[in-house]
């Protein structure tokens, strides 16, 4: 019977042909004007910086931007396999501090620098595991499981450090991270190699595709045979590993672990950064390469209002402003395409 | 029929059985632990302490309850409270301010309405936008600094009828009319039908963008209530007022049985066994001289427990 | 019956876009009647009923209510002209209260509250003029299925509806609660209400009604006094004559050993103790009017639904039954759904990446990276060999038509050639050309040597392919054709008492 209805609810399936046509490259442009705004805004921005705070420019200064960027964006690159897949995970941060803290306090404890990268990543690993499992096979809310693993997560770091640093570790660990190449640290260069790669896996491999299938149609992806809560729990474990390789960076380049390395403001700049960089919080949509310009967006944003003397609290306001526009867009590209 | 309706009216207490009665264990291993925990005094104390979170959180309850989720109110909380400091600071009489702290919540929380019900844009985002926004410009009206309130506030903290903090009685009041809210007037079932599907609540002829609005300006007025609530206890406003307020909301909202899919719950007794359930848990810690830094560790593995029980009760795990 | 009828409906058109929902629809009601509508699939009850719900609005035709023309301005302006309508789909809301539900857009007020007890106590009046006892104070989640649709009911009459549509209220009740909802309709007909009853149940609508329109293709075809006609004829009338030659291959008697058995699989409230063989290159046609488990069955053999007893064998490559999981069976089947844009293709996703999806694995190397060359042209090359009309394998699946996108949907189970396909209403709002297509498709896969289950609520399309027959009435098998059989023979399964008590 309600085929009959569904006239009503849907556009007639017999278009006119140069409607179907048109409407994929329409989208294409929308998505093109965007991406061209953003970088209107980032240009505008650099060429204030260039007029009023020449200072910006220094190759250390962009060096150093880069290196905020590497932090969020290995991040965002991690959370984007996520929302593709339909999901959320405000865990990250959270898991970046437990792994970090439980990682730091094995090199201390065994003065051994090549164990705390091992137990980092497998700590990570294992929080994104446990994410996983509950949302993909105890079907669990995605938003209600990872923000009581943020509690968990942030208050077991809290607990196990007694809210001190740990900076007594191996001081070898800081020197391979601290490693540079062509004057970039290796954080920059796991950075680009993350966007590379995720953005391969998405695009290029069957996994990916299955993300997009997954985050797409979940019910049409298991008739076509797509393993979903593997997929689903994979997308998880990706953003815990990913999580705890951030915490290896930071850690070294801040020179010590402790609980506070989840702060809140870290979650919005993701956040910040996937909805920036278009990957779309209704799953499916998005591209871990934009992922990354978006964090770069979002540090630099950070960094050349506080250089223009805009007061942190202001680009708060802007960001927040940023954040709400680009999903309201994100929305509006959706329906029309 | 006379079970059933003594069921119904129990609402969603029965659901909550078991978390209820991990709850009074929980109080009776306090009890014995710390002589001083299962006094008068200091149940009184928790009441006084649980005001601004139950009162964030029945706000968090009613959006939850039509399906959406609102991150912003601790940015709400502390800007309208920090407005309003800043007014009483500049000589304005305490009066003006609180006016001016429910007034300003409320446009607050009409914004993410507006956003959310008429511009359409996903709560979680919409919301984690003002988040931020709001957040900023209370940092920037501030400039982060503690304003202290004037002393006549202070004093309505120290206030008591009989045993009971003034606040208190407010926080009760308010708790009480929301439910009345809730359960008897027709907007309040309407919240609940679109938390049920927006869809079929539409095509059964209710406006659900209004209810939807209108359900995120009242989350933003009680947001700025909690902030009253929480500043008179405090005596001023700092930087951190209202931070994590909506996380710990939203782990009120679960564990006090408020399903996140919408239209489930209740704000009495739901809420309020939330909002108990943690700041018992707070308070018993604080006398058993456990480490201070184990309670965020707690709050969690409390809301894990309350969300695994609630995915096994809504449906079969395959 | 006075000569005044209460409702007449004459001429009523109505296109959506290019797509022609109702050429010609009439009705006339008149007080104190059960009149049934009947029609398959997209003949236009729905249309019809929906104008008269004033849920859409006609382009031509006229209604006349108590012999005065009316526009129908939306649903709301329909129940102030007294028109209740008590939709097929349940829209009360779980988790309030039965009363709340029945006041949810009006309650009773009382200052600015809620009037609990008035609501409560016109709520049990109103329960009880649809004669049941459930607690008004009771949450709608903890009723019965059959219980909510009273509750509907209840909501429905609240403003003495002269008009009452009931759309399918019968499709998910049981047996009792079936009996309970005859009781209301019997009341509601004795106080002078006119009913329309659309229901697929044959035994139903010559249970309760008075007299029987039926519709097909967008028009009315006829009505009758139940007492001057047949279960034969009315569904002669509804589904229409089709000729034999129309055949795309003549019927395939297959001697080779099953592929597929199933014993006794029961799931459901419905699906109970169905026997089924197939056998490659067969094409098994599941015959049976809408709502008689043909979509449970699939979802029972495919492991969307859990079985509660009973059990699936398939033949190995030796060809040696073993007994299987559904859920395995479906990871080597060739499953089309008649939901197309919800379970067949991911919309977003181009034409290549829908049938690559369920191949890349044959697709990609050893590190699992899809080689995009080898996908476009193995989508290039299926969609060539089934007439996907497209710019290219690029295009986005959800600009393609209907039939277009059912094409796609097939492409991606051919190269993996799967021994079995179950095809769930295939050509389920295809133009005439489009399904031709299919069912020559279909009829393709058989003589590659799959066994096929079709499924279709159009006889004359599966009388096209089908080599066999299985006829299914609430939930049983209750008769088995040959691929010869006549339309006839066909009509008279599905309207015959056998049939008509399967669930008995």
């Known amino acids: 019977m309600t085929a009959e209805l569904t006239p009503l609810t849907k556009q007639p399936e017999t278009g006119g042909a140069t409607d179907r046509i048109g409407r994929p490259g329409f989208r294409i442009d929308v998505n093109t004007l965007v991406l061209a705004a953003l970088c209107a805004v980032v240009l505008g921005l650099l060429f204030t910086m260039y007029v009023e705070a020449p200072t910006f420019f220094r190759v250390n200064n962009l060096i150093n931007i880069l290196v905020q960027a590497s932090i969020v964006g290995i991040l965002a690159i991690g959370l984007s396999f996520v929302l593709i897949g339909g999901g959320i995970d405000l865990s990250m941060p959270a898991t970046l501090a437990l792994s970090g803290v439980i990682g730091a306090i094995c090199m201390r404890d065994m003065q051994s620098a090549w164990i705390g990268p091992v137990v980092m990543l497998t700590a990570g690993t294992a929080i994104g595991a446990f994410n996983g499992y509950a949302v993909a096979y105890l079907r669990m809310a995605p938003f209600v499981v990872t923000l009581a693993t943020m509690t968990v997560a942030g208050g077991a770091a809290v607990w196990i450090t007694g809210s001190q640093s740990i900076s007594d570790y191996p001081l070898e660990f800081e020197d391979f991270f601290l490693f540079r190449f062509l004057r970039l640290p290796l954080s920059v260069w796991l950075f680009a190699a993350c966007a590379l790669i995720a953005a391969f896996l998405l695009n290029r491999t069957m996994f990916g595709r299955y993300i997009r299938a997954v985050g797409f149609n979940p019910a049409a992806a298991s008739i076509s045979r797509v393993p979903v809560s593997r997929v689903l729990c994979l997308t998880y474990v990706i953003a815990g590993f990913l999580a705890s390789l951030t915490a290896i960076l930071l850690i070294a380049r801040l020179g010590s672990a402790s609980a506070s390395l989840a702060s809140d403001s870290l979650l919005l700049d993701i956040i910040s950064a996937c909805v920036i960089g278009r990957v779309s919080i209704y799953g499916g949509v998005g591209n871990p390469l934009q992922a990354a310009l978006g964090a770069v967006a979002v540090t630099l944003i950070s960094n050349s209002l506080n250089q223009l003397g805009v007061s942190y609290f202001a680009s708060l306001v802007i960001k927040g402003g940023i954040i709400v526009l680009f999903v309201y867009l994100d929305r509006f590209v959706r329906r029309s395409a | 029929m006379r079970t059933s309706r003594i069921l119904a009216t129990l609402g969603d207490a029965h659901r909550n059985l078991g978390l209820v009665l991990a709850l009074l264990a929980v109080m009776a291993g306090f009890s014995i632990a710390a002589p001083s925990f299962a006094t008068t005094d200091n149940l009184f104390a928790i009441l006084h302490a649980m005001g601004p979170s139950t009162l964030a959180a029945t706000g968090m309850a009613l959006v939850i309850l039509t399906g959406k989720i609102d991150i912003s109110i601790g940015s709400i909380a502390f800007l309208s409270a920090s407005t309003g400091a800043l007014l009483m600071e500049a000589g304005h009489s305490p009066l003006a301010g609180f006016a001016a702290i429910l007034g300003l919540g409320a446009v607050l929380g009409a914004i993410n309405g507006f956003l959310v019900a008429y511009l359409r844009i996903n709560a979680l985002i919409a919301t984690l936008g003002t988040m931020m926004a709001y957040r900023g410009i209370g940092l920037i009206f501030t400039d982060a600094r503690v304003i202290p309130l004037p002393e006549t506030m202070r004093s309505v903290a120290n206030a008591t009828i009989g045993p009971v903090f003034i606040d208190t009685v407010a926080v009760v009041a308010i708790v009480a009319a929301i439910q009345v809210l809730h359960r008897s007037t027709s907007f309040g079932r309407s919240l609940s039908a679109v938390g049920n599907g927006e869809d079929i609540a539409a095509r059964i002829g209710l406006n659900t963008r209004r209810t939807v609005f209108l359900t995120f300006t009242l989350a933003g007025l009680l947001a700025a209530l909690a902030a009253c609530s929480s500043f008179i206890q405090v005596g001023s406003v700092s930087g951190f007022l209202g931070k994590g307020l909506e996380f710990n909301a939203i782990a009120i909202a679960v564990v006090g049985g408020i399903s996140l899919a919408g239209g489930r719950g209740t704000i009495v007794p739901g809420v309020l066994i939330g909002a108990a359930a943690f700041q018992m848990i707070s308070n018993g810690l604080n006398q058993v001289n456990a480490d201070p830094y184990i309670y965020q560790l707690v709050t969690g593995a409390v809301i894990f427990v309350a969300m695994y029980m609630d995915a096994f009760k809504r449906a079969p795990v395959r | ?504």
């Open chain 3, 1 to 504: 019956m006075n000569a005044l009828p209460r409702l007449q409906m004459s001429s009523v058109a109505k296109r959506f876009g290019p797509v022609v929902a109702l050429t010609d629809g009439n009705l006339t009601l008149h007080a104190g009647e059960v009149h049934a509508l009947m029609g398959a699939n997209g003949a236009g009850k729905s249309t019809l009923m929906n104008i008269l719900g004033g849920v859409i609005s006609k382009d031509t035709g006229k209604v006349v209510i108590d012999g005065a023309p009316v526009e129908l301005n939306g649903s709301a302006h329909a129940a102030a002209m007294g028109i209740a309508f008590v939709h097929q789909e349940l829209t009360t809301m779980p988790t309030l209260t039965v009363a709340e539900n029945m006041f949810l857009e009006d309650y009773p007020k009382r200052g600015p509250f809620i009037a609990r007890r008035r609501m409560i106590a016109e709520a049990a009046a109103l329960l009880a003029r649809v004669g049941c006892q459930i607690d008004p104070l009771a949450l709608v989640e903890t009723l019965s299925t059959g219980d909510r649709q009273l509750v509907e009911i209840a909501r429905a009459i609240r403003k003495a509806p002269k008009i009452i549509i009931f759309d399918e209220p019968t499709s998910s009740l049981s047996g009792p609660e079936r009996e309970k909802l005859f009781g209301v309709i019997e009341t509601l007909r004795a106080n002078g209400a006119a009913i329309v009853f659309i229901s697929h149940f044959l035994d139903e609508v010559f249970r309760i009604s008075d007299r029987i329109t039926v519709m097909r293709n967008g028009c009315t075809v006829g009505m009758w006094a139940k007492t001057e006609t047949s279960t034969a004829e009315v569904v002669e009338n509804m589904l229409g004559s089709v000729a034999a030659t129309d055949r795309v291959r003549e019927p395939f008697v297959s001697g080779s050993a099953p592929f597929l058995v199933a014993r006794e699989v029961t799931s459901g409230p419905l699906i109970d103790g169905v026997n089924l063989t197939m056998r490659p290159g067969e094409i098994v046609g599941l015959w049976g009017l809408l709502g008689s488990g043909r979509t449970e069955l699939v979802r029972a053999l495919m492991g969307l639904d859990p079985l509660s007893a009973g059990r699936i064998e398939v033949a190995g490559d030796d060809g040696v039954l073993r007994e299987t999981a559904p859920a395995a069976l479906r990871q080597r089947t060739g499953l089309v759904t008649e939901d197309r844009r919800k379970e067949g293709v991911i919309l977003p996703f181009s034409i290549a990446q829908n049938i690559g999806l369920p191949n890349l694995a044959q697709l990609s190397n050893a590190f699992g990276i899809i080689d995009a060359r080898k996908e476009r042209a193995l989508a290039t090359r299926l969609a060539s060999e089934l007439g996907v009309k497209a710019v290219s394998v690029d295009q986005t699946a959800g600009t393609l038509s209907g039939g277009n996108q059912q094409k796609v949907v097939f492409s991606k189970w051919l190269p993996m050639k799967p021994r079995l396909f179950i095809l769930d209403e295939p050509t389920r709002g295809l133009d005439t050309g489009a399904k031709g297509e299919i069912l020559k498709l279909t009829v393709r896969l058989a003589e590659e040597g799959a066994s096929v289950l079709f499924i279709s609520s159009e006889l004359e399309e599966l009388m096209r392919v089908a080599d066999r027959y299985m006829v299914i009435n609430r939930g049983r098998i209750t008769h088995e054709l040959p691929g010869s059989a006549s339309h006839d023979a066909l009509m008279a399964s599905v309207s015959d008492e056998r049939s008509m008590q399967g669930a008995a």
